[in-house]
């Protein structure tokens, strides 16, 4: 089956830590992002990537750091240094032809 | 910088309706719009993606339609079922090459059986 799929779907961590979500992609898609989604708001653009080794900052980068070593892989670390990183944290890729965006599952992030 | 409002924020309508969902946006630039459909803690699905130079689109019961110079786009369903019971983002892409989308904060539907 081709998808995006994120792991873990759940995420519990101490504050003052870092983790890392991951994000993989089988649909050979160039360009993947990072959006957070808090209740009551839109998505909002945290990185994005259209090429392996090369990312740009999004909406709401500070505290966030990513990678994107190969096309299938985009994980983004959230830092000690988010204020508020529980969230939940949702993967997109799309290809350069299609435009249109396909999401991963989730990961839901909480922080205490 | 873009701005994308949806309208109603929750609507709530008896099984076999025809309803309508209103998204609108500030900047009428746009490359192409997208709607999606979110069920209670998932990611997002793509229902339908309208490029600029394109009137509506149709997925089935749904249709979407845009009008750039005003604005604004509308997700038609048709017959609804409880099964459409979901979020529904609308989405824009602004143009540019880096096919960057803003949303807007979704419309929380409810078919009731």
């Known amino acids: 089956d081709g998808g995006i799929t994120q792991s873990p779907k759940y995420l519990f961590r101490k504050e003052g830590q870092n983790v890392t979500l991951s994000c993989e992609q089988n649909?050979?898609?160039?360009?993947m992002y990072w959006y957070r989604q808090d209740p009551g708001q839109g998505l909002r653009l945290i990185y994005y990537?259209?090429?392996?080794?090369?990312?740009q900052k999004g909406d709401i980068a500070e505290g966030y750091s990513v990678s994107r070593e190969k096309k299938e892989s985009f994980p983004l670390t959230v830092t000690s240094a988010q204020k508020n990183p529980t969230a939940f944290y949702l993967c997109?890729?799309?290809?350069?032809?299609?435009?249109?965006?396909?999401f991963g599952p989730g990961t839901r992030l909480t922080v205490t | 910088k873009q701005e994308v409002t949806q309208i109603p924020a929750a609507l709530s309508v008896p099984e076999g309706e025809n309803l309508v969902l209103n998204c609108s946006f500030t900047?009428?630039?746009?490359?192409?719009l997208q709607w999606f459909r979110q069920d209670p803690g998932k990611g997002l699905t793509s229902l339908l993606l309208?490029?600029?130079?394109?009137r509506e689109q149709t997925s089935g019961r749904l249709n979407a339609s845009l009008d750039k110079s005003s604005g604004r786009s509308t997700l038609y369903i048709a017959a609804s079922q409880p099964g459409d019971s979901a979020t529904y983002l609308c989405?824009?892409?602004?143009?540019?090459?880096?096919?960057?989308?803003?949303f807007g904060k979704g419309t929380l539907l409810t078919v009731n059986p």
């Open positions: 989405a824009v892409d602004s143009g540019g090459s880096n096919y960057k989308l803003t």
């Open positions: 309208i490029q600029s130079s394109q």
């Open positions: 997109a890729s799309s290809s350069q032809l299609q435009l249109e965006q396909y």
């Open positions: 649909l050979n898609h160039d360009a």
């Open positions: 990537s259209q090429i392996v080794n090369d990312f």
């Open positions: 900047d009428s630039a746009i490359y192409n």
